[in-house]
């Protein structure tokens, strides 16, 4: 059903039928403090509207011109269809800010899990963490500490403190 009107609508779009309360296009401004999509809709004058959206969004489309339908034909609800694949990036962004690597990686095996931060590393569960730096500094937090080993539990270092 939703497959027989999106092709219905897309048809229409392609055959050039006006569609007064169908097909828009937007650009994707943001997004809200939930995790909503911002849309702008500068040719009527709507800007800044909350809208719903039916493909996944990510911060990497902001800028984007995006398509739009209106609940009830209403343009203050907007429900985003889908992104235009006509534009490579986004006006603001440039090939070298998309050429950087992702700040976190992640790789399991099954065996094995790496975890990979250019700067660090932190894993927390309520009061306690872990927290790896770049420059091999460790730092071990927690309301009690434990240490124990089967075989010897070794302690080295150029200088070892104890309190």
Known sequence: MATEA???VIGAVLAGADVTHGVAIGSLTGFDD???PMVDRPDVGVTQVVARSIVPLVELTIGCDVALLFE??????PIVIGVLQDQ??????DDAELAEPLPIEVEADGQRVVLTGREEV?????KASIQLLSDGTIRLRGTNVLSRAS???RIRGGNVQIN
């Open 122 to 126: 932190v894993l927390r569960c309520g």
């Open 88 to 93: 490579q990036l986004p006006p603001e962004r």
């Open 72 to 77: 009830g034909g209403d343009p203050t609800r």
């Open 34 to 36: 939930a995790g909503r």
């Open 151 to 153: 075989a010897t539990n």
């Open 6 to 8: 999106y092709d219905t």
